[in-house]
């Protein structure tokens, strides 16, 4: 069956960063287990796959290794240094952008000694703000933590753009936004690259996967 590939990150020092409609899950007698293998297999990629996409996965690297998260329209952040002698990479929904649990991501490269205005973050294909709706509630909750330039009020409905929202929480802490690197796909809108759980696509995934080159010494 065929799938799409995009995405490619223009750093040099990654060979790519991708995101995949994952295919395979059309298929229902595969264990967890087996999908992931068979995915992968297909891609020809060696990697370890998170399947889990409950919370946040602060996830650190060093060296040469492949890795990838399966999602429906959350949002997938990398954090890197631009020599590649880091990465971490982790998944966010709205609940953990309110919550900035992108700052738990960017400790595992801090931490390490890396200032944050030195690091490079990709966003990778998520669902957009034109597709996310929030009450008035959820609005004054927004405000309230800081988030007001990620609200796009619009007849009488209001967005929320969740990639905006862990920009300004990176900002916060020392980020720098000319460091970032933003994918203008969304999985919902998008529907012949991604599958959307807001589509109803609830059984299908989607693969975003980091191909790492080890650095030559």
Same mark, same amino acid.
């Given at each position: 069956?065929?799938?799409?590939?995009?995405?490619?990150?223009?750093?040099?020092?990654?060979?790519?960063?991708?995101?995949?409609?994952?295919?395979?899950?059309?298929?229902?007698?595969?264990?967890?287990?087996?999908?992931?293998? %068979?995915?992968?297999? *297909?891609?020809?990629?060696? =990697?370890?796959?998170? /399947? $889990?996409?409950?919370?946040?996965?602060?996830?650190? +690297?060093?060296?040469?290794?492949?890795?990838?998260?399966?999602?429906?329209?959350?949002?997938?952040?990398?954090?890197?240094?631009?020599?590649?002698?880091?990465?971490?990479?982790?998944?966010?929904?709205?609940?953990?952008?309110?919550?900035?649990?992108?700052?738990?991501?960017?400790?595992?490269?801090?931490?390490?000694?890396?200032?944050?205005?030195?690091?490079?973050?990709?966003?990778?294909?998520?669902?957009?703000?034109?597709?996310?709706?929030?009450?008035?509630?959820?609005?004054? %909750?927004?405000?309230? *933590?800081?988030?007001?330039? =990620?609200?796009?009020? /619009? $007849?009488?409905?209001?967005?929320?753009?969740?990639? +905006?929202?862990?920009?300004?929480?990176?900002?916060?802490?020392?980020?720098?936004?000319?460091?970032?690197?933003?994918?203008?796909?969304?999985?919902?809108?998008?529907?012949?690259?991604?599958?959307?759980?807001?589509?109803?696509?609830?059984?299908?995934?989607?693969?975003?996967?980091?191909?790492?080159?080890?650095?030559?010494?």
């Amino acid at each position: 069956m065929k799938h799409n590939i995009i995405n490619k990150l223009r750093n040099s020092h990654l060979s790519s960063i991708t995101t995949v409609k994952a295919f395979l899950s059309d298929i229902p007698f595969l264990s967890q287990k087996d999908y992931e293998k %068979e995915v992968l297999n *297909k891609l020809g990629i060696e =990697a370890k796959v998170y /399947a $889990n996409r409950r919370g946040n996965y602060p996830l650190h +690297l060093e060296g040469d290794a492949n890795l990838g998260i399966l999602h429906h329209d959350e949002l997938v952040i990398i954090i890197y240094h631009p020599k590649l002698e880091v990465f971490a990479m982790g998944l966010f929904d709205l609940n953990a952008s309110m919550n900035r649990e992108v700052i738990n991501l960017a400790k595992a490269i801090v931490e390490k000694g890396y200032h944050p205005d030195k690091l490079c973050v990709y966003f990778a294909p998520s669902i957009h703000s034109s597709s996310v709706t929030i009450d008035d509630k959820k609005k004054e %909750e927004l405000i309230e *933590k800081g988030f007001a330039r =990620a609200i796009k009020p /619009a $007849n009488k409905v209001n967005y929320v753009d969740i990639p +905006l929202m862990n920009v300004l929480t990176l900002e916060e802490i020392g980020f720098k936004f000319s460091n970032m690197d933003l994918s203008p796909y969304c999985t919902y809108e998008n529907d012949n690259l991604f599958y959307s759980e807001k589509r109803g696509d609830t059984k299908k995934l989607n693969l975003t996967l980091c191909y790492v080159k080890k650095n030559k010494k």
